[in-house]
């Protein structure tokens, strides 16, 4: 499951960055913090007990690899122009 998770935050970053989206390390755990608080509180996932709690930090954690690989593809082309 965290293999393909992974594969699918990074097809989402590289389109991203194909688009000029770029993101900083504040906008990482902005969006991570925001992810969770979401499914959390606003999906009322607290409402599910454990089962809740363990969905709102796989969703924390996907954003978290979605937008670390956004910047990370910013980072090394960013060298590439230097």
Same mark, same amino acid.
């Given at each position: 499951?965290?293999?393909?998770? %992974?594969?699918? &935050? ?14 900083? +390390? ?5 969006? $991570? ?6 499914? %959390? %509180?606003?999906? &009322? @996932? ?8 363990? +969905?709102?930090?796989? /969703?924390?954690?996907? $954003?978290? /690899? ?7 593809? @910013? ?8």
């Amino acid at each position: 499951f965290q293999r393909k998770q %992974l594969a699918y &935050a990074e097809a989402w970053a590289q389109e991203r960055h194909q688009r000029g989206k770029r993101c900083g +390390l504040f906008s990482i755990f902005s969006h $991570t913090l925001s992810a969770f608080i979401k499914t %959390l %509180l606003l999906r &009322a @996932g607290f409402l599910d007990g454990k089962q809740g709690w363990i +969905l709102a930090v796989v /969703n924390a954690q996907y $954003t978290f /690899n979605k937008y670390s690989a956004l910047w990370a593809l @910013g980072q090394s082309s960013a060298k590439r122009c230097i």
